[in-house]
């Protein structure tokens, strides 16, 4: 799948080396990727039935309620009907964690509860258990807005998150900014560049052909201007995270949400 | 069950009924390569059928281009009353089936 990020590199350079500044995304101007996909597309993320990306939520049913773990607890024997105890709790993520001192993403979370709580085996990043998961818990907020805590600890990290946004990277020296601000609507080879913001994940990606994470997109992108990616869990990654989040508050959620 | 089925509960007789159906599966092509270039082996499913109170009324032959989790729609006459089944069949042989039931009036 890096090998189609790849190819596209050489043209796209061009196409922005043309483009100086066209004004950045207003507050009034934001649209999630949906508003930019196929009426084909829309629908197949708005019909439970035809949204593959429902597997997952489904799968993560089933592991929401089955003990696991020396623990021998199920997520659900703790925090009980997921549709009460975790509405709304994946549109204020990534959350600070005291305990870390820094800020920690759902998956994150989820992973914490599974080794500490459950005493169970950690779930590897990017597996199809914790991706199951973190979509059948991210499902709950289904539709709610986003809600970025005001917790000032979050702060400095954040800061970073838009700093790193802003900063130009890889080979191609594009910062996400540069696409995803001033020139966002227009295409880059087959693609429509959207405005970045995270408000369908999990998702399932049909180039992906399966359900993956915001951090699997934030690392294609890097990829796709040359860069080195950053590693699943790494703190940029989050930090990243936490200042999309913001500059996406209020939009709805929408995860399992479709991309191309 | 890693199926997502999509038939109307109640119809009225004659009426041209729309089914959807959708499993979850790779549809691994055969022709990819995975870590340090070692081919990862075919697996898809290639064979789709429904069938209505024991005959089969419907059925696709499907090949490596199909996308994963393969989804199909196609449509019918309800006559009566009774259960669609729906059976995937794998390369290496194993079967994954649903049903649904319709009421027809």
Same mark, same amino acid.
């Given at each position: 799948?890096?090998?189609?990020?790849?190819?596209?590199?050489?043209?796209?350079?061009?196409?922005?080396?043309?483009?100086?500044?066209?004004?950045?995304?207003?507050?009034?101007?934001?649209?999630?990727?949906?508003?930019?996909?196929?009426?084909?597309?829309?629908?197949?993320?708005?019909?439970?039935?035809?949204?593959?990306?429902?597997?997952?939520?489904?799968? %993560?049913?089933? @592991?929401? *309620?089955? =003990?696991? &773990?020396?623990?021998?607890? #199920? !997520? /659900?024997? $703790? +925090?009980?009907?997921?549709?009460?105890?975790?509405?709304?709790?994946?549109?204020?993520?990534?959350?600070?964690?005291?305990?870390?001192?820094?800020?920690?993403?759902?998956?994150?979370?989820?992973?914490?509860?599974?080794?500490?709580?459950?005493?169970?085996?950690?779930?590897?990043?990017?597996?199809?258990?914790?991706?199951?998961?973190?979509?059948?818990?991210?499902?709950?907020?289904?539709?709610?807005?986003?809600?970025?805590?005001?917790?000032?600890?979050?702060?400095?990290?954040?800061?970073? %998150?838009?700093? @790193?946004? *802003?900063? =130009?990277? &890889?080979?191609?020296?594009? #910062? !996400? /900014?540069? $696409? +995803?601000?001033?020139?966002?609507?227009?295409?880059?080879?087959?693609?429509?560049?959207?405005?970045?913001?995270?408000?369908?994940?999990?998702?399932?990606?049909?180039?992906?052909?399966?359900?993956?994470?915001?951090?699997?997109?934030?690392?294609?992108?890097?990829?796709?201007?040359?860069?080195?990616?950053?590693?699943?869990?790494?703190?940029?990654?989050?930090?990243?995270?936490?200042?999309?989040?913001?500059?996406?508050?209020?939009?709805?959620?929408?995860?399992?949400?479709?991309?191309? | 069950?890693?199926?997502?089925?999509?038939?109307?509960?109640?119809?009225?007789?004659?009426?041209?009924?729309?089914?959807?159906?959708?499993?979850?599966h790779p549809m691994e092509t055969g022709?990819?390569?995975?870590?340090?270039?070692?081919?990862?082996p075919r697996q898809i499913i290639h064979r789709?059928?429904?069938?209505?109170?024991?005959?089969?009324?419907?059925?696709?032959d499907l090949f490596p281009a199909m996308s994963a989790?393969p989804?199909?729609?196609?449509?019918?006459?309800?006559?009566?009353?009774?259960?669609?089944?729906?059976?995937w069949t794998d390369d290496d042989?194993?079967?994954?089936?649903?049903?649904?039931?319709?009421?027809?009036?």
């Amino acid at each position: 799948m890096a090998g189609r990020s790849l190819a596209l590199a050489p043209l796209l350079a061009a196409v922005l080396a043309t483009t100086v500044a066209v004004a950045d995304t207003l507050e009034a101007d934001r649209r999630s990727g949906y508003d930019l996909m196929s009426p084909e597309l829309r629908a197949m993320q708005d019909d439970d039935l035809s949204n593959p990306g429902m597997f997952w939520v489904l799968d %993560g049913e089933r @592991l929401w *309620q089955e =003990p696991a &773990g020396a623990a021998g607890i #199920a !997520c /659900a024997g $703790c +925090h009980g009907d997921a549709q009460e105890s975790m509405r709304g709790v994946a549109a204020r993520y990534p959350a600070f964690d005291p305990a870390l001192g820094r800020p920690q993403d759902l998956a994150g979370r989820i992973s914490q509860c599974r080794t500490e709580r459950q005493e169970a085996e950690p779930l590897a990043r990017e597996s199809d258990a914790l991706l199951a998961l973190s979509a059948f818990v991210a499902h709950q907020s289904r539709g709610l807005p986003i809600d970025p805590p005001g917790d000032p600890r979050l702060q400095p990290f954040r800061a970073k %998150g838009a700093a @790193l946004y *802003q900063t =130009p990277i &890889g080979q191609l020296d594009l #910062a !996400c /900014a540069s $696409c +995803h601000d001033r020139n966002w609507g227009r295409r880059l080879g087959g693609s429509t560049i959207p405005q970045a913001h995270p408000t369908g994940y999990p998702l399932y990606r049909l180039e992906w052909q399966a359900l993956g994470s915001l951090q699997r997109r934030l690392r294609n992108c890097m990829i796709g201007v040359r860069a080195t990616p950053f590693d699943f869990g790494a703190p940029e990654l989050i930090e990243l995270e936490l200042y999309l989040m913001s500059r996406a508050a209020g939009m709805a959620v929408e995860t399992p949400a479709i991309r191309p | 069950m890693r199926t997502l089925i999509n038939v109307p509960k109640t119809a009225k007789k004659g009426e041209i009924v729309e089914i959807r159906a959708m499993v979850a599966h790779p549809m691994e092509t055969g022709y990819r390569t995975g870590e340090n270039g070692v081919p990862i082996p075919r697996q898809i499913i290639h064979r789709f059928t429904c069938s209505f109170a024991g005959r089969e009324i419907f059925a696709a032959d499907l090949f490596p281009a199909m996308s994963a989790n393969p989804f199909l729609a196609f449509t019918t006459v309800a006559t009566g009353s009774g259960t669609f089944t729906f059976t995937w069949t794998d390369d290496d042989g194993t079967t994954q089936s649903a049903a649904a039931e319709i009421t027809v009036t």
